[in-house]
């Protein structure tokens, strides 16, 4: 369990992944659906609005967003060509209250 808790906050450790999740948490208020091809709480939000948002490079969010992947905290879904993600809240959930049971 230590070892999924360190993962999972090495991967909010860093201020863009965690600004990421927390835009993810809401996604209807920091993105545009109009250009949405996908349901933003069932499927997630496309790669390209998270890089557009963040201005930095592709692959950077792309590496960005398997971290939390990898962390559990995202999930990812393709849609035709695209990777869109959206927030895992039950892990998140877990998350939340590992941490306070062992802090």
Same mark, same amino acid.
């Given at each position: 369990?230590?070892? /999924? =808790? ?10 863009? #992944? =965690?600004? &990421?999740? @927390?835009? &993810? #948490? /809401? ?11 996908? /349901? ?9 609005? =998270?890089?557009?948002? @963040? ?17 559990? &905290?995202?999930?990812? @879904?393709?849609? %035709?060509?695209? +990777?869109?993600?959206? #927030? /895992?809240?039950?892990?998140?959930? #877990? &998350?939340?209250?590992?941490? %306070?049971? +062992? =802090?």
């Amino acid at each position: 369990m230590h070892a /999924d =808790l360190a993962t999972a906050l090495r991967a909010i450790a860093n201020p863009t #992944r =965690l600004q &990421l999740l @927390t835009w &993810l #948490r /809401d996604p209807e208020r920091h993105f545009p659906l109009d250009h949405a091809i996908a /349901d933003p709480h069932g499927v997630g939000v496309c790669v390209s609005h =998270l890089q557009a948002k @963040t201005g930095l490079a592709q692959s950077t969010v792309s590496a960005y967003l398997a971290e939390l992947q990898r962390a559990g &905290l995202v999930r990812a @879904t393709r849609v %035709g060509k695209w +990777t869109h993600y959206r #927030r /895992d809240e039950d892990a998140i959930a #877990r &998350l939340l209250a590992v941490l %306070g049971h +062992t =802090l």
